[in-house]
């Protein structure tokens, strides 16, 4: 499985700002066999934190025709081995996605990755684990009116997951719903026996039945979280190739890997998914060098590209896969569900 070392990680956000600059601004330096710009000056932040990542002092993001030529991520593509088709289902494979920072692409992430497992032959369940229910809404379901939920069988011993999953309009991919009522499990579960496994352990009853779970995690590092890394196997971290993105990673990496050690040693970072890519600001493909630098193999070839096609999807309530099966989003979701079957 691939997996940062500490060394790497911790290289991530204490590696000493001279060095850091001079790694930035060095001329003709070559990253990925691709000439990196020597014009992109950077301003170095000297705080207290001893920060690692600088912020380009250049105003303008680059756009053109030069772009695309020294595109970081277009550098690691390779060719992805077709899935394999399956005789048998599950048990299923059980992947959290996580960051405690909101609006990074996590929801759009588990209903897109999802979709295009079931388009490999996959079984898939996804389960919403914000309140918020974005998941459900992106998905068509209006869970706001529903009666029972994934709040209903998480604190009810009487109630099974097989309950309250419902079918989605598409074959082969189940969603276990949320709304408003789970905002409530996470002051009710910190009274329950064994609390950070109360999610696993109701997996247990739909588990045989599916190829993949992937659990849509709301935007903070709480219970319901720690639940969530407590019952998976992998994590995956979709990341905004965004400046302040990176320090969060760290915390949260830090977070996994006490879940590991004292509720769940089997638990291995999938991958980091860089979302809301925009090949045109150097901005951006710095920061996708910077995660690429610190994480290597961690972080997944393919990249999702900033494209409002994916709020127009929010609204018609499907994935991209079936909204705009040809669009170059719903292309980058089948790539990753490849990446993730090759795992
Ligand atoms: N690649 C993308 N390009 C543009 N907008 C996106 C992309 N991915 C997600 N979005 C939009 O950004 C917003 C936040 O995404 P969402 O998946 O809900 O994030 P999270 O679950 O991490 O809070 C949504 O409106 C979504 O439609
Ligand atoms: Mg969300």
Redesign the pocket.
């Known amino acids: 499985m691939r997996r940062a070392s500490s060394v790497e990680r911790g290289d991530l956000l204490t590696v000493g700002a001279s060095r850091a600059a001079e790694r930035l601004t060095a001329p003709g330096d070559r990253r990925n066999g691709h000439e990196v710009e020597d014009t992109t000056a950077m301003a170095i932040r000297g705080d207290a934190a001893g920060q690692a990542f600088a912020l380009p002092t250049d105003p303008e993001p680059e756009m053109g025709a030069a772009a695309p030529r020294l595109d970081p991520a277009r550098a690691r593509m390779r060719r992805l081995p077709d899935p394999k088709p399956l005789t048998q289902h599950g048990p299923a494979r059980i992947i959290a ?1 996580c ?1 405690q ?11 897109n990755l999802g979709a295009a497992l079931v388009e490999y032959g996959r079984k898939v369940l996804l389960i919403d684990l ?1 309140p ?1 229910g ?2 459900s809404v ?1 998905l068509g379901v209006p869970a706001q009116n529903l009666d029972r939920t994934i709040y209903n069988a998480l604190m009810e011993r009487r109630t099974s997951l097989k309950d309250v999953r419902v079918s989605t309009d598409i074959p082969g991919l189940d969603l276990v719903p949320s709304n408003i009522d789970l905002s409530a499990a996470e002051v009710q579960l910190v009274s329950e026996v064994a609390r950070e496994q109360t999610l696993l352990r109701i997996l247990a009853d739909v588990r045989d039945d599916y190829d993949y779970i992937l659990i ?1 995690c709301q ?1 903070s590092l709480g219970l319901l979280t720690v639940n969530a890394l407590t019952a998976a196997q992998g994590v995956i971290i ?1 990341l905004e190739c965004e400046f302040f993105s990176l320090r969060g990673v760290a915390l949260l990496v830090d977070t996994i890997d006490k879940v590991k050690e004292r509720l769940n040693p089997s638990l291995e970072i999938d991958g980091i998914l860089a ?3 925009d090949t045109r600001t150097v901005h951006c493909r710095e920061v996708f060098s910077r995660v690429v630098e610190a994480f290597g193999d961690t972080v997944f070839q393919t990249v ?11 609204v018609a309530g499907q994935p991209i896969t079936t909204w705009a099966p040809t669009s170059s ?1 719903a292309s980058a979701y089948r790539d990753l569900a490849k990446e993730v079957l090759a795992l």
């Open positions: 996605m960051n920072k909101g609006g990074v692409g996590k929801t759009t992430s588990t209903i914000d918020q974005a998941l992106g849509d935007p979709p979302t809301m890519y999702i590209t900033r494209t409002v096609r994916f709020p127009e999807t929010t989003g």
